[in-house]
């Protein structure tokens, strides 16, 4: 990353201790939206490495901390697969939150991507500006946004060389994705780059490469798109444990 400023980097020594620190982080930005503004917006990333997290948050002393009853659930990408369907990142929060968490059902604005692309990301779309109470062309400003990335540098489901990675007219995206021969429905840049705070929560080895390269390499956002997220008004942690530091000049 060139001139922008420089990320707030937190190396944690592996995933869990890593997880345990982005729920400290998500629990003080919930008590502080609820206490501000009366509601916690929070879009969550699928994939496997949050899983851990997220059981973390419907335990002690989170399950007691978070002000549940003021949190509103997203996501911020989905696979286009029924809810039920193993690659479901709304199935797998649900299995490690949803089903214990007290949240009603109404604050938890799933993505229905069992249905046609364009059609899974229009609803989406509307239930962002009817949830966020948005006018026109206004952007929701998520309180906090999760997301992992992939090693090839994809965030969300903005993945290298696709057309999503250059939308910003809308909100919400059905992006193609060739390299996986399957179609997602994604938040746009300008939708994660509106957040309060946004922090990467990203672990394991075969990230450090992509990681380096996000965080220290010359800019080209079309291969690595997590260098897209850069919130204009808002904080940006890199979360990140040993492994994937591994390759970064200032791991230390
Ligand atoms: C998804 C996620 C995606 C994920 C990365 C990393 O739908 O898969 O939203 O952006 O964060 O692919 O996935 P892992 O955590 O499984 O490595």
Same mark, same amino acid.
């Given at each position: 990353?060139?001139?922008?400023?420089?990320?707030?980097?937190?190396?944690?020594?592996?995933?869990?201790?890593?997880?345990?620190?982005?729920?400290?982080?998500?629990?003080?930005?919930?008590?502080?939206?609820?206490?501000?503004?009366?509601?916690?917006?929070?879009?969550?990333?699928?994939?496997?490495?949050? /899983?851990?997290?997220? +059981?973390?948050? &419907? @335990?002690?002393?989170?399950? *007691?901390?978070? =002000?549940?009853? #003021?949190? !509103?659930? %997203?996501?911020?990408?989905?696979?286009?697969?029924?809810?039920?369907?193993?690659?479901?990142?709304?199935?797998?929060?649900?299995?490690?939150?949803?089903?214990? /968490?007290?949240?009603? +059902?109404?604050? &938890? @604005?799933?993505?229905?991507? *069992?249905?046609? =692309?364009?059609? #899974?990301? !229009?609803? %989406?779309?509307?239930?962002?500006?009817?949830?966020?109470?948005?006018?026109?062309?206004?952007?929701?400003?998520?309180?906090?946004?999760?997301?992992?990335?992939?090693?090839?540098?994809?965030?969300?489901?903005?993945?290298?060389?696709?057309?999503?990675?250059?939308?910003?007219?809308?909100?919400?995206?059905?992006?193609?994705?060739?390299?996986?021969?399957?179609?997602?429905?994604?938040?746009?840049?300008?939708?994660?780059?509106?957040?309060?705070?946004?922090?990467?929560?990203?672990?394991?080895?075969?990230?450090?490469?992509?990681?380096?390269?996000?965080?220290?390499?010359?800019?080209?956002?079309?291969?690595?798109?997590?260098?897209?997220?850069?919130?204009?008004?808002?904080?940006?942690?890199?979360?990140?444990?040993?492994?994937?530091?591994?390759?970064?000049?200032?791991?230390?």
């Amino acid at each position: 990353m060139s001139s922008q400023a420089q990320p707030e980097i937190e190396i944690a020594p592996d995933l869990v201790a890593a997880s345990e620190s982005a729920a400290q982080r998500i629990a003080l930005a919930a008590e502080e939206a609820a206490r501000l503004r009366g509601r916690f917006r929070i879009a969550l990333a699928g994939g496997n490495t949050p /899983a851990g997290l997220y +059981a973390r948050l &419907v @335990h002690s002393p989170y399950r *007691e901390r978070l =002000p549940w009853d #003021a949190i !509103d659930v %997203y996501f911020t990408d989905e696979r286009c697969v029924a809810p039920d369907d193993p690659q479901s990142n709304y199935g797998m929060l649900r299995r490690q939150l949803l089903l214990q /968490a007290p949240i009603a +059902a109404a604050n &938890v @604005h799933r993505i229905e991507a *069992e249905l046609p =692309p364009q059609q #899974a990301a !229009d609803r %989406y779309q509307q239930e962002l500006q009817r949830s966020f109470a948005l006018g026109g062309t206004e952007l929701p400003r998520f309180d906090f946004i999760l997301l992992g990335m992939g090693p090839d540098g994809h965030t969300a489901s903005l993945f290298p060389h696709t057309a999503a990675l250059n939308v910003y007219d809308r909100l919400v995206a059905a992006n193609h994705v060739p390299q996986l021969d399957t179609n997602r429905i994604t938040l746009t840049v300008p939708v994660l780059n509106d957040a309060r705070e946004v922090t990467f929560l990203v672990a394991g080895q075969d990230k450090a490469a992509a990681l380096q390269g996000v965080l220290e390499g010359a800019r080209e956002p079309e291969r690595l798109p997590s260098q897209l997220i850069q919130p204009r008004a808002g904080r940006l942690l890199w979360l990140v444990d040993r492994a994937a530091a591994a390759l970064l000049s200032r791991s230390g």
